[in-house]
């Protein structure tokens, strides 16, 4: 359907999708950006060099530790009169990244190794489980040594045991969804190659 319609109406609406999130809910900018991303990058990728592909990377990641009220986010809003939303930074900073990894051949042939296949079956994983390890060991770590350790000591533990269990209980849960999407593909794909094999059958009659 995307592929169809009209580039200018595409465009428009998804101009007016981010305009409407950022007005209304600043936590769905990632919905237009990812279907801009999925519609244009496959057929148009970015023909980036190195440099501009590492600036994009440490101009993403600079942005992806976006926080209201501290920080360069204080300064700006301070100096500027603009308060930019998290939601809103940290899109733009995944967007400047999956660019910067699309555009340059150089990264992307770093990216696509057994590492990066790794992490990528752990992202999924990771995603569900990170905020509550965080808000339970993370913080348990955080109070049992809040009143012994100077800072940073505190926080450093909660990062420390955050991430570590965090990837720990990750594993198992990428091996299980290995599995499932293996037995959904089961499902699915054999009927639909079994319908395929029977509409030609019917029509060599």
């Known amino acids: 359907m995307l ?3 009209p580039r200018g109406l595409i465009m428009a609406a998804l101009l007016a999708s981010a305009a409407l999130s950022v007005w209304v809910a600043p936590t769905m900018i ?12 496959p057929e148009q990728p970015p023909r980036l060099s190195r440099r501009a592909a590492l600036i994009c990377c440490a101009t993403g990641l600079w942005l992806a530790g976006w926080s209201l009220g501290c920080g360069r986010s204080a300064w700006i809003a301070r100096h500027a009169g603009v308060a930019i939303p998290p939601e809103l930074a940290q899109a733009i900073g995944a967007l400047l990244i999956i660019v910067a990894a699309q555009g340059c051949p150089a990264l992307m042939t770093r990216l696509s190794g057994p590492s990066a296949a ?18 339970s060991a993370g913080c348990a770590g955080y109070l049992a040594v809040q009143g012994v350790l100077p800072a940073p000591g505190p926080a450093t533990i909660a990062i420390l045991v955050t991430a570590t269990l965090t990837l720990a ?5 990428a091996q299980f969804d290995a599995w499932w999407t293996g037995r959904l593909s089961g499902w699915f794909v054999v009927p639909a190659r079994l319908t395929a094999a029977a509409v030609v059958a019917t029509s060599s009659r």
Not at 30 to 41: D, E, K, S
């Open 118 to 135: 790794w992490l990528g079956r752990l992202s999924f994983p990771i995603y569900l489980v990170h905020v509550p390890v965080l808000c």
């Open 3 to 5: 592929r169809n319609a």
């Open 169 to 173: 209980v990750s594993m198992p849960l």
């Open 30 to 41: 990632g919905f237009p950006i990812g279907v801009w991303l999925a519609r244009h990058t």
